[in-house]
T-cell receptor, first 112, second 111 residues
Framework: DGGITQSPKYLFRKEGQNVTLSCEQN?????MYWYRQDPGQGLRLIYY???????QKGDIAEGYSVSREKKESFPLTVTSAQKNPTAFYLC???????????FGQGTRLTVV | KNEVEQSPQNLTAQEGEFITINCSYS?????LHWLQQHPGGGIVSLFM???GKKKHGRLIATINIQEKHSSLHITASHPRDSAVYIC?????????????FGSGTQLTVLP
């Protein structure tokens, strides 16, 4: 079945460590997105990519980095520079130019 | 002021009740989504609207472009409908930045 896979579902890290969240899709979508969700707030865009080897900052990119070496994969690294990294992270993809978006199941990151 | 406002924030209903969740937005849009997020966190798309009304099973979504308002209705609600319902809009400017999200409505349906 086609879809988006995020792993792991839960992740714990010590403060000061970088951590990478995985997002893989087999939908042949050009566009991929990373969102952050905090309690009581709407999803906020971290980074997005429309094509391999290219990506753009979203609204809250500080403290995060991404890569897009393959069409299927768009990993997100939460760096030690991110001041408040504990959150729920969602990956999405879509056909470029279309509104329909498909979401992964999310990764809940807890930094202790 | 957020571009997308949902009401209510929290809603508790008895099984069988008719439920309405509202979404107001302040920008011109090309499409509006209603999404459902279950306790595990995964999100599924329920509807995408650009005008009028759509129905799927017990769910009905309407949009009034002139009033910049959309509603999601659930008829004959059931405990399995308990979830967070999220409204999201895509700006008419067609930005590739995708969607702007409301903060969600937590729905709890009691048996």
């Amino acid at each position: 079945d086609g879809g988006i896979t995020q792993s792991p579902k839960y992740l714990f890290r010590k403060e000061g460590q970088n951590v990478t969240l995985s997002c893989e899709q087999n939908l042949n979508h050009d566009a991929m997105y990373w969102y952050r969700q905090d309690p009581g707030q709407g999803l906020r865009l971290i980074y997005y990519s429309q094509i391999v080897n290219d990506f753009q900052k979203g609204d809250i990119a500080e403290g995060y980095s991404v890569s897009r070496e393959k069409k299927e994969s768009f990993p997100l690294t939460v760096t030690s520079a991110q001041k408040n990294p504990t959150a729920f992270y969602l990956c999405a993809s879509s056909i470029l130019g279309q509104t329909e978006a498909f979401f992964g199941q999310g990764t809940r990151l807890t930094v202790v | 002021k957020n571009e997308v406002e949902q009401s209510p924030q929290n809603l508790t209903a008895q099984e069988g009740e008719f439920i309405t969740i509202n979404c107001s937005y302040s920008v011109g849009i090309s499409a509006l989504h209603w999404l459902q997020q279950h306790p595990g966190g995964g999100i599924v798309s329920l509807f995408m609207l650009s005008s009028g009304k759509k129905k799927h099973g017990r769910l009905i979504a309407t949009i009034n472009i002139q009033e910049k308002h959309s509603s999601l209705h659930i008829t004959a609600s059931h405990p399995r409908d308990s979830a967070v319902y999220i409204c999201a809009v895509r700006s008419a400017s067609g930005s590739a930045r995708q969607l702007t999200f409301g903060s969600g409505t937590q729905l709890t349906v009691l048996p």
